[in-house]
């Protein structure tokens, strides 16, 4: 070869070599653009996952702080005479207690003269005091006719100004607790009469005007009651309409049509189960109003497409070779499927179940417009007495303007919430306990 030849060959290769190495340093430099796009990515995951997790604990810090303060109450000690004259001894009910803590009261200030002031010295008390002492002499008639020193609710301002909710330091025209009531507070917490105490009203009572009266057990019970219905209903009839769908109903255009009509009911916004429950089961039927048997009737309409929904995709997960394997030993189809098929999708029926319970736990909207909104106090003894639940009662405080009120409103989320937690554990336990290895 000539050495013309030879620097051509020469050059040739530099240019292949210079193309392999242009290529080489542009694939490396994808692999690295590449690898950039991936490390943002996860970053941004990462700074979503820390921005959704900051806000939760900014939301639920925000409601503890607001609401832990329900949970205990101040209380004032009081002397109280029971007169002897005044209370029947076979029925003490009758008396007139409330007079007692007034002249309790005014034996403690004796100084306190004029009916403006002798209002405001009645009202450091709850309007709750005179049942409190009436249950002191129910429980211990023996104490007819004696001075007992009893712990008497303190009202609803004189507790938030000892928890620190009303400023002292603010203008007397600008404050709900006058100078003359701070100083017969502070005389009561220089001799001692002043306390602090668990309040067990909030988990013993139905609700009231008064806030230091209020509590939320009426409510509990009536969502207990409400769910109670809605499980009845919904839990039997989606299982079996599932299990007719998936694994008994032909294929055709009915078939079809239902399935469809499942789905869109499962969107449909709850307001209409609840204009439905209004025209049909309390215009209609006349079924009690504001009563657990109207609202799990119209909460189960609302909670059956999502248990078929997650009870058909349940038995679905079953494989096909349960089904032949028991087919080919002889059994039914209807053996087939309450033997086998059924016990090894109840976990996932189950948790759909729940998932289902826990949301109509927390609706609202359907419930109002069958009257579940009503001021209930008494704690309902059945399905068909008079009952509010949890989210509407939430609704009500929130919607009360006394001060106290907004205390026991983040507390009842916080009791609402618990709960939601409580079933979403149990739908895990429920899981774990049924789940079956193929």
Known sequence: MTDRGLQQHSGAEAVMHGSADKRANEEAARVRRRYRSEARFKAYGIAAIVVAISMLILLVGSIISTGWS??????????????????????????????????????????????????????????????????????????????????????????SLLKGYIDRDLPEEDRRVKDTELEWIDQLKSDGRIRWSMNTVFWKSGDSREPELAGFWGAIVGSFFTLLVTLALSFPVGVLAAIYLEEFAPKNRWTDFVEVNINNLAAVPSIVFGLLGLAVFLNFFG????????????????????????????????????????????????????????????????????????QALGETAPLLMIGMVAFIVNVPGGITDPSTVMPVQIYLWADSPERAFVARTSAGIMALLGFLVLMNALAVILRKRFERRW
């Open 70 to 159: 329900a949970f205990y109450q101040y209380e004032i000690a009081l002397d109280v005479t029971f007169e002897g004259s005044e209370i029947d001894a076979n029925n003490p009910r009758t008396a007139n207690y409330n007079g007692f803590i007034k002249s309790a009261l005014r034996s403690q200030f004796p100084d306190v003269s004029g009916r403006k002031e002798k209002r405001k010295l009645y009202g450091l008390v709850s309007n709750g005091a005179d049942l409190q002492a009436m249950q002191v002499v129910v429980d211990e008639p023996v104490k007819i006719g004696k001075t007992v020193r009893i712990w008497v609710l303190a009202s609803d301002d004189i507790d």
């Open 287 to 358: 079924l009690p109003r504001s009563a657990p048997l109207v609202g799990g009737i119209v909460l189960s309409l609302m909670t059956l497409p999502t248990i078929i929904i997650a009870s058909r995709a349940a038995l679905k997960a079953v494989p096909p070779s349960i089904r032949e394997a028991a087919l080919g030993v002889g059994a039914s189809k209807h053996q087939v499927v309450t033997h086998h098929v059924l016990p090894l999708a109840m976990p996932g029926i189950l948790t759909g179940t729940i998932i289902g319970m826990a």
